[in-house]
């Protein structure tokens, strides 16, 4: 009843919902009657009904749902010849419309007919006082009957209607239906109908009515909610000070005493959000404590406390809380497990929260770990459709992106960005979670941006940020987070547009963050640390000293605040500082700002966990510092403390592809510095990111993107080898520079044979893998169609990218297994000089030109010969070989035929589609060049690069 009701009071204006409830309640608790001592008699004497003793009447009472029927015997009058008479009676319930009466004699049939009607019916219901009446109804009039009007005469008592019980009913229904309705729109007025029909329900039952403290105990709980909607700490108080009333009603040993106890930790809880008093959140611990002691079987009570005793570790930061907290909790799914299941999710979600939490301040991957199993089993337990599934997929994109930062597993980042979103489209417009949810997804976006630089992404985490502040209302305890997060996509939106009110509002926002947070909190940590590198966003777009000192205060400030068991979030802030340190010195020369950023770099790598996500940007930080450093003091043993940190990051097997690359560029450099034996094994390493960084998970168009600025290492690498008579290393190198995707593509679609003869069932795995990697690296992702792209075209393309994604690590791990084979060690790996000097065409040798700024140099690969031969090209140029390149382009366009990367509104003539399967070139339509061209260049040129 109460969802269609609920149904109405959607779909009706207020004041007309509430008037159909009443009318509604009218109906239930309307006047009733009962009809008795019924009396039939002839109005003209017949000889054959005066021989009767006896007579029956059929009472057929109309509007139920099936007809009843009942037949009362009546009985000669002794002193009237033909009168019949029973002292019977019949209720007449709400749903009888009316009532008809049929009286018969044996042999004779039906002698006589008689109704009362509706409008006489209505007329008793609206009785208001109690009356007892005979009324007289003549028989209907029937031309086929030979009888003489009959006339029926019978008693009405008169019960009026039930004034109070109506009113009872009425606001029972208007609290309980409006109370709903606010929870899903969040609508106050809603709730105010609510609240003000439980105060009336209050008001009218008596203290010793054992149904007050349920009341008490309801209206309450609407003041609790009232107060999530408009942080009025008057509802607050309200709330305290009527759940007090309901325990106070409720006698010692009652069962229901247990549940209001429960309900006066609940009150003293909301109360703490308005006071922030520690006696107020003491107080509903202990009645939390009350609670369990006086129903331990009820597994909300321990729930609750757990959520109290953290929310007084995150206030005053007593580790004992935190613990006990999950011991608490810990037990409670035990027992939850063993008995009401029903609790099962909530269980598991409060204890995925508490080891989140743990997680967050004392850093324990493996709290991470078992925090995400617990929220996927709570998950699994749950309806898509559940109202509790949108937050607690939310929960779970939270510690998905706190795992991405720690240990930088791209598939977490976009598992996150995918259960947020489907969070999102499950929810109802107005949902109070929605703004939490946005948030989130804002997150998401805004590291991915990090990972990509795709604008698409940035300018997703704007526009969520922004809608998860303006839809959070002041006072909420959310919005000082909400307006942090979006202050800091604000601020990388700027670093891509270089539009300074993008800044500024960035500042404004993060400033309004602080102000609403309490000051010496780990909260106040956060928001003052994200303050802080947005001004120095703004010293390196205004090189003002002032804006780098505002920001070196800001971080300072915000280090105070955090505990000394938080190391793993100190580092965030202490390189931060270093990195402000490191700018300061180049503004001011002051060298003990170098010295101190050096020395907080140190620090900031020795709190940084070994398998942290964050690691390569770090070391990268600390490198440059020491690179800096030498250039000012000529420190020799800071260039090699530069070059372990920069070998150290691009080692690493974790991390943003791009930062790693970055890290080989600055081993690269600090070992040509130093002259270093190292300088092969950096470019080694760097050749091989090349693949990282152009990874499969992505498309094709997005990995061409990826390689645009760094497409010329393998040229450079080349240069140094060949400068260090590394020839074999130069052909290898270029080889897998060369055409990189055109290679991967190549890979994909290569051949299983030799696999399959050793193992059938792997190497149709890999074929498999392969080609759902090659079709996915070809889709169209959603970003790339813009902002107003529909939700549930982007939850469609983002559970793509994270099938695309996991197809990838698949595509890795069967690598590894087949390279961990005897004999397939080199399976899909860079082809070495040996094996391409076996493969060379017999008719003739194979030349290499590598043409780059600092030099030219001309391979030759001669069949039957294991080894290559070096030519310097001393009189040949960069510059001479673009020209080159040029004018065979010219050449080969002329003849029709073109890269595969140029793009033709011209219909192509004269060619056969089938050649063109897997080809790196394809025919253009035929030009007007002049024939002439390639004859400048009469000698063949293999693989001309530049």
């Known amino acids: 009843m109460i969802a269609l009701a609920e149904a109405c009071a959607a779909s009706l204006p207020r004041e007309e919902a509430i008037n159909r409830f009443a009318s509604a309640a009218a109906g239930v608790h309307c006047g009733t009657f009962t009809l008795k001592s019924f009396e039939v008699e ?12 006896t ?14 029927v009942k037949t009362l015997t009546l009985h000669r009058n002794r002193t009237t010849t033909l009168k019949w008479q029973c002292d ?15 009286a018969k004699a044996e042999e004779l049939g039906d002698i006589g007919r008689f109704s009362i009607i509706l409008q006489d019916l209505d007329e008793y219901r609206q009785a208001t006082t109690a009356v007892s009446e005979r009324i007289i109804h003549e028989s209907e009039h029937d031309s086929e009957s030979s009888f003489p009007t009959m006339k029926l005469a019978v008693d ?66 609407l003041y609790r909610n009232r107060f999530k909607g408009t942080r009025s700490n008057t509802d607050a108080k309200k709330s305290l000070a009527v759940q007090r009333r309901a325990v106070h009603f409720t006698p010692e040993g009652q069962a229901s005493l247990a549940s209001v106890t429960g309900g006066l930790g609940v009150a003293y809880l909301t109360y703490f959000e308005a006071t922030k008093q520690l006696s107020d959140l003491d107080a509903g611990i202990a009645a939390y404590r009350k609670a369990m002691v006086l129903d331990p079987s009820d597994a909300t009570f321990p729930i609750n406390l757990s959520l109290a005793l953290e929310k007084r570790f995150e206030s005053f930061l007593q580790f004992h809380d935190l613990e006990e907290a999950l011991h608490i909790c810990r037990e409670t799914v035990r027992q939850v497990r063993a008995g009401n299941q029903q609790l099962l999710p909530q269980s598991l979600d409060r204890l995925a929260g508490l080891l989140h939490c743990r997680f967050k301040h004392m850093g324990r991957p493996g709290d991470m770990e078992e925090g995400i199993s617990a929220m996927r089993e709570a998950i699994g337990l749950l309806d898509e459709n559940d109202p509790a599934s949108p937050p607690r997929l939310c929960n779970l994109g939270v510690s998905l992106i706190d795992r991405y930062r720690l240990v930088g597993r791209l598939v977490d980042l976009e598992e996150a960005v995918t259960i947020t979103q489907r969070a999102i489209l499950l929810s109802r417009e107005g949902d109070k979670n929605l703004a939490g949810a946005c948030n989130i997804l804002g997150i998401a976006f805004l590291l991915r941006f990090d990972h990509t630089k795709h604008p698409s992404d940035i300018e997703e985490a704007v526009s969520l940020g922004n809608r998860a502040v303006e839809s959070t209302v002041d006072g909420d305890p959310s919005l000082p987070a909400h307006l942090s997060n979006f202050g800091i996509s604000l601020t990388s939106y700027f670093t891509t547009t270089k539009d300074p009110t993008y800044l500024n509002q960035a500042i404004s926002v993060h400033e309004r963050a602080v102000e609403m947070t309490k000051d010496g909190s780990i909260s106040m940590s956060y928001r003052l640390g994200s303050l802080a590198e947005t001004l120095y966003t703004l010293f390196g777009h205004t090189r003002k000293l002032s804006d780098i000192d505002r920001a070196i205060a800001c971080v300072r400030k915000s280090i105070d605040c955090r505990l000394p068991s938080m190391g793993h979030t100190i580092a965030i802030d202490l390189h931060n500082l270093g990195n402000f340190l490191a700018e300061r010195f180049h503004i001011s020369r002051e060298i003990a700002d170098l010295e101190n950023s050096l020395s907080t770099y140190r620090e900031v790598i020795k709190h940084t966990p070994p398998t942290s996500a964050l690691l390569p940007n770090r070391l990268w930080n600390s490198g440059d510092s020491l690179v800096t450093s030498h250039q000012y003091t000529e420190n020799a043993d800071h260039l090699l403390e530069a070059m372990s940190y920069f070998e150290r990051a691009a080692k690493l097997r974790f991390g943003p592809p791009k930062k790693r690359i970055d890290n080989a560029r600055g081993w690269i450099k600090t070992a040509l510095m130093l002259n270093h034996p190292s300088l092969i094994s950096a470019y080694d390493t760097a050749i091989r990111l090349l693949s990282v960084v152009a990874g499969l998970e992505q498309t094709i168009e997005r990995r061409h993107e990826s390689l645009a600025n760094i497409s010329n290492l393998a040229l450079e690498a080349a240069a140094a080898a060949l400068e260090l008579d590394r020839i074999d290393k130069a052909v290898e190198w270029l080889e897998e520079g060369r055409c990189l995707i055109w290679n991967q593509l190549m890979d994909l679609r290569g051949s299983v044979a030799d696999l399959r003869s050793y193992d059938e069932e792997l190497a149709k795995r890999v074929l498999s893998v392969s080609q759902a990697l090659d079709k996915a690296g070809s889709r169209k992702t959603a970003t790339e169609e813009g902002l107003q792209t529909s939700l549930q075209r982007k939850v469609t393309s983002q559970d793509e990218a994270l099938q695309h994604l996991k197809l990838a690590n698949e595509w890795e791990e069967l690598l590894q297994t087949v390279r961990n084979i005897p004999g397939f060690e080199n399976f899909l790996q860079p082809t070495s000089l040996t094996d391409l000097a076996s493969h060379l065409p017999e008719d003739g040798p194979v030349v290499i030109i590598n043409a780059y700024q600092c030099r030219c140099d001309a391979i030759a690969l001669l069949p039957g010969r294991s080894d290559a031969v070096h030519i310097p090209l001393t009189d040949f140029s960069l510059a001479m070989a673009e020209e080159m390149r040029w004018e065979i382009q010219t050449g080969l366009s002329s003849f029709g035929i073109g890269a595969r990367s140029i793009a033709t509104d011209t219909e192509v003539i004269d060619t056969d589609f089938g050649d063109l399967v897997d080809r790196a070139m394809r025919p253009l339509s035929r030009a007007h060049n002049s024939k002439d061209t390639l004859k400048k260049n009469p000698h063949a040129i293999v693989d001309l690069r530049c």
């Open 42 to 53: 002839c109005t003209e004497y017949r000889e054959d009904l005066a021989l009767f003793e």
């Open 88 to 102: 019977e009676s019949i209720p007449a319930v709400q749903a009888t419309t009316g009532f008809k009466f049929i």
């Open 55 to 68: 007579i029956q009447l059929v009472v057929l009472s109309g509007g139920q749902e099936d007809e009843s």
């Open 156 to 221: 009405v008592a008169i019960h009026p209607m039930d004034v109070e019980a109506a009113r009872k009913f009425s606001n029972n229904v208007l609290a309980a239906v409006f109370g709903s309705v606010f929870e899903r729109t969040g609508n106050v007025e809603d709730i105010d109908v609510a609240i003000d029909a439980q105060i009336d329900l209050v008001d009218m039952t008596p203290i010793d009515n054992e149904a007050l403290p349920g009341y008490l105990n309801d209206l309450s709980r």
